[in-house]
């Protein structure tokens, strides 16, 4: 089946560094990507998002990369600060045409944890 | 403007007992989910509405209910609880079929 994955379960910075979190997806139809963080004890919060159609967004210290080529999702965190500290799920929607609802698929996620 | 919200927080059931989760959201969104995250597995889909007096199954829909009486409230059933259920569990929104979906805080669910 298709499935969203993370190259990395742990990543560790120091406090100043830039932080990238990687992520692999299978299902070519999707056209739709989203980066969530979960601090401890919350819900997903929403960071950024792209389209297929896109290469690059960027946020708030925050930057999303696509290849679509090797099917590969990037968030660069710029500057990371202790607060970044949280485990960070990347998502793919199929397209949403038709009948389909905009199903998300999540990844497993990658805990961020950023040392002073 | 509370977002998301989720009842109770935290629950402990033993098995075969039942119980109701309720997520309330005052964003006006037609669509509203149930997932459940347990480790290693990522967030999943178990049932979903896209409006009021709609609901569908998810991706692991297998022993629980929902209903969508009211447009603003989606309400997740476990009628006979059971040890695998126990998880942590999140409700989410969205405005639209394709849109950012909102998460609530979720509720932590232990069956014993």
């Known amino acids: 089946g298709e499935s969203v994955g993370l190259h990395l379960p742990t990543l560790s910075v120091q406090e100043g560094d830039n932080s990238i979190i990687n992520c692999a997806y299978s299902?070519?139809?999707?056209?739709?990507f989203i980066w969530y963080k979960q601090e401890s004890g919350k819900g997903p919060q929403f960071i950024i998002d792209?389209?297929?159609?896109?290469d690059k967004r960027q946020g708030q210290r925050v930057t999303v990369l696509l290849n679509k080529t090797v099917k590969h999702l990037s968030l660069q965190i710029a500057a990371t600060q202790p607060g970044d500290s949280a485990v960070y799920f990347c998502?793919?929607?199929?397209?949403?045409?038709?009948?389909?609802?905009?199903?998300?698929?999540f990844g497993q996620g990658t805990i961020l944890t950023v040392h002073p | 403007n509370a977002g998301v919200t989720q009842t109770p927080k935290f629950r402990v059931l033993k098995t075969g007992q039942s119980m109701t989760l309720l997520c309330a959201q005052d964003?006006?969104?037609?669509?509203m989910y149930w997932y459940r995250q347990d480790p290693g597995m990522g967030l999943r889909l178990i049932h979903y509405?896209?409006?009021?007096?709609?609901?569908a199954k998810g991706e692991v829909p297998d022993g629980y209910n929902v209903s969508r009486l009211k447009k603003q409230n989606f309400l997740l059933g476990l009628e006979s609880a059971a040890p695998s259920q126990t998880s942590v569990y999140f409700c989410?929104?969205?405005?639209?079929?394709?849109?950012?979906?909102?998460f609530g805080p979720g509720t932590r669910l232990t069956v014993t």
């Open positions: 989410a929104s969205s405005y639209s079929r394709g849109g950012e979906q909102y």
């Open positions: 509405s896209v409006g009021e007096g709609t609901t």
């Open positions: 998502a793919e929607k199929m397209n949403a045409g038709g009948t389909s609802y905009g199903k998300l698929t």
């Open positions: 299902n070519s139809a999707s056209d739709y």
């Open positions: 792209i389209r297929s159609n896109m």
């Open positions: 964003m006006n969104h037609e669509y």
